[in-house]
């Protein structure tokens, strides 16, 4: 049977890499007594990265569930990776929950990635808690850290517990809200006093808490500003409400290797972060009727209409589809009928499970805000909204964003091509932001992801999952070709051998679009000069030679062409003849056209101690890069944003590397297409003319 809507905690671990999410989510599932050890990512037996790819490198590559119980609650956590070429699947995990623990390391603080996912987390408007972790590591610093919150964050941190000792000697926290010590023997907690030395620190940190308190909310304020204490239940209602308002974010700190502060995070969940309940009172959970449009509002009630949403899929080829989805309204059960609202499909569902990372325990039914697996659904892919087909509704769609790079494949047996291509397939249900297909003209394989590494780890998971094998050749850049100038030409396609001829007669004219205008067609013929019916097969032929290109073999890209004139042939003419006719035409127009090549520009941030600066600044500057800032973050740290060529930063996670000893950080995202200069633009019309001589 379902769970209490009341009593359900969904909760997404989100932040960059290494802060120690699935750590953290190992030991709260040793402390909920979910697990009977506590697994390590030194040894690879953590429970949520269960993956072979994720224990030999020693970080989260895709996001996994775990579900247990604490104290009278059902907590659905979801460990989310933090590296940046796989926050696609972070974000869309956050579309499914209704709090996240924010996670930051004492030492290295706010990392770039913590930020974005942040950002994403706003997006879906999460209420969050900070765990600082890592207080036993050397130079952790709690002040540091928590000033260094508040600025990259922007909000107000308010601590609702400080560390007692540091480093090493780091051996539990003082409750700001029971004003007691929490020390920890194996694990456990144990209260006591307040030590002596640190009476007068806690006083003062108590004193914020409930001035912040107070702060948020007129009633309190009043009181407080009175001279009357709080009660303790004022105190967590208010803390609870400034989180869900987003007024502040309450933070906790402890270490999650040494399993101290862990079940004080745990409490904070349970009276910070919403119940499915409260957050659809605060964000009513809306979407449309896709037969109508109409704004739908589904509220998390058992006996509503179903409506889920899947955030996750897993492709085994022994055990099937796994589809993981998170339902909003309504209860499902393992034979109910659903209507797939983004594909317009019916689909049965069937065996469910709860899961803890790789175990299933079965299920037969589960109400609102529960988080599930089901197995062996046929249509539904990550992301898509099922619903009761008699009330239908589709919830907003995730948005990933477009691959950042482009490999083509090369499988290493001759003829396994097949085999790649329906391993890819299932990986690509697995995870949305991989997209997979076949270049029309050189016919290879073309994989695009996040980044180098997104498309190593896919390339293993085929190789393990579906026994292929294949190699990565020199990543692709999506280049652009574009005209500079307007320019006019005739396009005629006249045959005449034997029989019937062709006859098709076209006047065109080019002009270019600004940047992102894409492609425009104007019809201008007058009096028939060329008849109705044969002026799409003109548009037609147009489109596909910019398809191919015309200088370099790179699609066209902010250009309008006006068909103004031209003639044609009772017997003669076709539409295949005017076709031709259309795409002879541009070819002629472009030769006066000044046709140049564009090529992508990306977003670059990058995150280095202030001892590499130079080496950073200088190797953008290197890679025909434009710096456009500088900022200090506190710890010395210091942010460059830059836009640089996309085609300068295949290995830049490499470089950046030893550029800083292993300390930088950098995120990327697409920014606008610009001209490239001309000794660039030279050689890729040369590797055309080449790939041609070889074709
Ligand atoms: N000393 C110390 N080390 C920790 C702590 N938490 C995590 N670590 C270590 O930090 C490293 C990264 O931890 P993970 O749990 O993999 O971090 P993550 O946030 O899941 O990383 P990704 O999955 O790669 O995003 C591992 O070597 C952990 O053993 C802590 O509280 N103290
Ligand atoms: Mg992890």
């Known amino acids: ?53 994720e224990m030999h490198r020693k970080n989260s590559l895709s996001s996994s569930l775990a579900c247990s119980d604490w104290k009278g609650h059902r907590l659905n956590l979801v460990d989310t990776p933090g590296f940046i070429n796989f926050l696609e699947d972070t974000k869309c995990c956050l579309s499914a929950v209704d709090g996240a623990v924010v996670v930051v390391g004492a030492r290295v603080g706010v990392k770039a990635e913590t930020v974005k996912v942040w950002q994403y987390a706003d997006d879906y408007e999460i209420p969050r808690v900070i765990f600082l972790n890592k207080m036993d590591r050397e130079n952790a610093n709690f002040q540091n850290a928590l000033e260094g919150i ?13 560390p007692m000792g540091a480093e090493s000697s780091f051996e539990g926290i003082i409750d700001l809200l029971k004003m007691k010590a929490v020390t920890f023997k194996s694990g456990s907690p144990v209260e006591g006093e307040i030590p002596e030395s640190l009476k007068e620190e ?38 609870m409400q400034g989180t869900l308002s987003r007024a502040f974010v309450p933070l906790v700190c402890g270490s999650a290797t040494e399993n101290i502060g862990v079940q004080q995070l745990l409490d904070t969940i349970l009276f910070c ?120 509704v589709l919830f907003p769609p995730v948005q990933f964003i477009d691959p950042m790079i482009s490999y083509a494949l090369d499988p290493k047996s001759r ?50 999952k579906f026994g292929v094998e294949v190699i990565m050749k020199t990543p692709k850049i999506a280049y652009r070709e574009t005209i500079r100038a307007s320019s006019s030409a005739q396009g005629k396609y006249k045959k005449q051998s034997g029989g019937r001829g062709q006859f098709g007669d076209c006047w065109i004219k080019i002009e270019p679009l600004t940047r992102g205008g894409g492609f425009e067609f104007v019809n201008q013929i007058v009096g028939g000069a060329i008849p109705r019916q044969y002026i799409p097969a003109v548009e037609k032929g147009i489109v596909e030679k910019m398809k191919e290109g015309l200088i370099a073999g790179y699609p066209v890209v902010d250009m309008k062409a006006t068909l103004y004139d031209g003639s044609y042939h009772n017997v003669d003419s076709s539409e295949m003849a005017f076709k031709i006719a259309g795409s002879m035409g541009l070819q002629k127009a472009v030769q006066t056209a000044k046709a140049v090549i564009l090529e992508p520009i990306v977003n670059v941030e990058v995150n280095t101690p202030e ?64 001209e490239v200069p001309s000794h660039i633009a030279q050689k890729l019309i040369d590797e055309k003319e080449e790939a041609k001589k070889e074709g």
């Not at 697995?430 to 290879?444: A, G």
């Not at 290995?651 to 550029?659: D, G, I, V």
């Open 273 to 392: 972060l919403p119940s499915p309940a409260a957050k659809a009172a605060k964000t009513p959970v809306k979407g449309t009727n896709p037969k109508n449009g109409d704004e739908v509002v589904r509220n998390p009630e058992p006996g509503a209409p179903v409506s889920l949403r899947v955030f996750k899929t897993l492709a085994d080829p022994f055990a099937g589809k796994l589809t993981i989805f998170r339902v909003f309204s309504g209860t499902v059960k393992s034979d109910s009928a659903l209507f797939n609202a983004t594909r317009d499909s019916k689909e049965r569902m069937g065996n469910m499970f709860y899961l803890l990372g790789n175990k299933q325990t079965p299920v037969k039914e589960v109400g609102p805000g529960e988080i599930v697996a089901v197995a062996k659904l046929k249509d539904a892919q990550t992301g898509d909204t099922m619903c009761d087909a008699a009330h239908p």
């Open 150 to 162: 508040e600025q990259s964050f922007g909000m107000t941190a308010v601590p609702l517990n400080i």
């Open 611 to 674: 001892e590499f600066l130079g080496n950073v600044i200088g190797d953008l500057n290197a890679k025909r890069g434009k710096v456009q800032g500088v900022d200090s973050m506190a710890g010395g740290a210091q942010k460059v944003n830059a836009q640089v060529p996309m085609a300068e930063m295949l290995t830049y996670a490499n470089q950046l590397n030893s550029l800083t000893s292993g300390q930088g950080m950098y995120t990327m995202e697409s920014s606008h297409y610009e």
């Open 1 to 53: 049977m379902g769970f209490d809507v009341e009593k359900i905690r969904n909760v997404a671990v989100i932040a960059g890499g290494g802060a120690g999410k699935t750590s953290l989510v190992e030991a709260v599932l040793f402390d909920a007594k979910a697990t009977g050890r506590l697994g390590t990512i030194e040894e690879g037996n953590t429970v949520t990265d269960f993956e072979p790819e």
């Open 415 to 464: 003829g396994d091509e097949e085999k790649v291509s329906s391993g890819l397939q299932r990986l690509l249900e697995e995870d949305p932001s991989l997209k997979f297909h076949r270049d029309m003209e050189s016919k290879e394989m073309i994989l695009g992801g996040m980044g180098q590494m997104h498309l190593e780890v896919t390339l293993e998971k085929l190789k393990r």
């Open 202 to 239: 806690a006083e003062d940190y108590h004193r914020q808490l409930i001035e912040k308190v107070a702060e948020s909310d007129d009633t309190l304020l009043e009181k407080y500003l009175e001279g009357s204490d709080l009660t303790e239940e004022e105190i967590h209602e208010g803390i």
